[in-house]
C-alpha cells in the first residue's frame, strides 16, 4: 500500500522557533488536509517532505522512498506547489511547463509537448498558453502553478495554502481540479481555511505550536463536539463578560447581530440554544484548547 509516514519529525529554526515537536503522520492514498493557523508549522513541513529543507531529527518515508537519503528519488514522483509561486513574468505559459517537463526529465520532445497540451487544457489555460505569465490574474496563476505540480504524473503531491487570495469562483475551479486528480495518487493540502478540508479532505489532522493537535476523517473532528456547542445573540459589550464567564469558542456576526459560540456540557444559561457543530467549530474548539 503506497502511504507516506512522517516519523517523530522535529525542527527547531536557528532563532529559536520551534516550528515541529515530534511530528508524526501516516498519510495514504486521496487527499489529506492539513489545517492550522498561519505560524503552525505545515508550511515546515511540507517543505521537509519536499525535500527543500532538513529535519532535525526524525524520517519522512513515501513508498519506500526514504526522503533525507534519496532526495532526487523522491522528486521525480513529487508534485509540489509552493506557497510562494514565483513565476518568470517574461516567458509565456506553454514555454515553462515545457522547460519544466525537461527538468522533471521527460526527455521526448513530443511527450513533453503531448504532456503540456493535455495539462494546460486541464487547468483550462490552453486559450492562454502564449501569454507571458506576467501579465496572469491571480487565478490563472495559481491554474498554471496546478499544471506544474502535475507534471510527470507525481505519486506524491503537495500543495501549501492554495486558495489563499483567489475569489469564490477561482477557488471552486481550483477544488474541481483537485477533485479529478487520480485516486493512485497521495495529496497533501496545506491550509488554514476550514472550508478547503470539509469540501476536499477525506482526511485530515490539525497542527498548532508545530505539533499534530488531532487527526482523523472531518466526521470524526466533528464528533469531538457533539452535543456540547450553544450560540447566543448578544450585544457587542457583552463580548468580554461572555468571554470571561464561558468557554468562548467562536463570536461572530450573523445578519447584523453577533452571535458567541460557547462549548459546555449542558445548556450555559438563559438564552443559549444548541447547536449543530460544524468542522470549523471542531477546529477553533482545537485551537482554544490548545492555547488555554
Ligand atoms: P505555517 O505554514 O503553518 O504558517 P511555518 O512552517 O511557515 O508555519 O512556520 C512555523 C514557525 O516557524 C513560525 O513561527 C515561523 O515564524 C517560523 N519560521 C518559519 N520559517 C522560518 C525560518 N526560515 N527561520 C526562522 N523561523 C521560521
Not at 522512498?65 to 534519496?70: E, F, N, P, T
Amino acid at each position: 500500500m503506497m502511504k507516506l509516514e512522517i516519523n517523530n519529525l522535529s525542527k527547531t529554526y536557528p532563532n529559536g522557533v520551534k516550528a515541529l515537536q515530534d511530528v508524526s503522520l501516516t498519510i495514504g492514498k486521496g487527499m489529506f488536509g492539513l489545517l492550522g493557523e498561519n505560524g503552525a508549522g505545515k508550511s515546515t513541513l511540507m517543505r521537509i517532505v519536499a525535500t527543500l529543507q532538513d529535519a532535525d531529527s526524525g524520517s519522512v518515508v513515501f513508498d519506500g522512498i526514504d526522503v533525507a537519503k534519496d532526495p532526487q528519488a523522491l522528486r521525480k514522483v513529487l508534485g509540489y506547489l509552493p506557497q510562494e509561486f514565483g513565476v518568470y513574468p517574461a516567458i509565456t505559459a506553454e514555454e515553462l511547463l515545457m522547460h519544466i517537463a525537461d527538468l522533471k526529465g521527460i526527455a521526448k520532445t513530443s511527450q513533453r509537448k503531448e504532456q503540456v497540451h493535455a495539462l494546460l487544457k486541464k487547468v483550462n489555460l490552453w486559450e492562454d498558453r502564449a501569454k507571458k505569465l506576467g501579465s496572469y490574474s491571480g487565478g490563472m496563476k495559481q491554474r498554471f502553478g496546478i499544471a506544474q505540480a502535475l507534471l510527470g504524473e507525481p505519486r506524491l503531491i503537495i500543495v501549501d495554502e492554495p486558495t489563499a487570495g483567489l475569489d469564490p469562483r477561482e477557488r471552486n475551479r481550483f477544488y474541481n481540479l483537485l477533485s479529478e486528480i487520480g485516486e493512485n495518487t497521495v495529496v497533501i493540502l496545506s491550509t488554514h481555511i476550514v472550508e478547503d478540508v470539509s469540501t476536499l479532505c477525506s482526511d485530515m489532522a490539525i497542527m498548532g505550536n508545530g505539533r499534530v493537535l488531532l487527526e482523523g476523517s472531518p466526521a470524526e473532528v466533528e464528533r469531538n463536539l457533539k452535543d456540547r456547542l450553544w450560540i447566543k445573540e448578544i450585544a457587542k459589550p457583552e463580548l468580554e463578560r461572555y468571554s470571561k464567564e464561558f468557554k468562548v469558542i467562536a463570536s461572530h456576526f450573523h445578519l447584523g447581530k453577533l452571535q458567541v459560540t460557547v462549548d459546555a456540557e449542558a445548556c450555559p444559561g438563559d438564552g443559549f440554544e444548541a447547536k449543530a457543530s460544524s468542522l470549523e467549530d471542531a477546529y477553533f474548539q482545537i485551537l482554544a484548547r490548545n492555547e488555554g
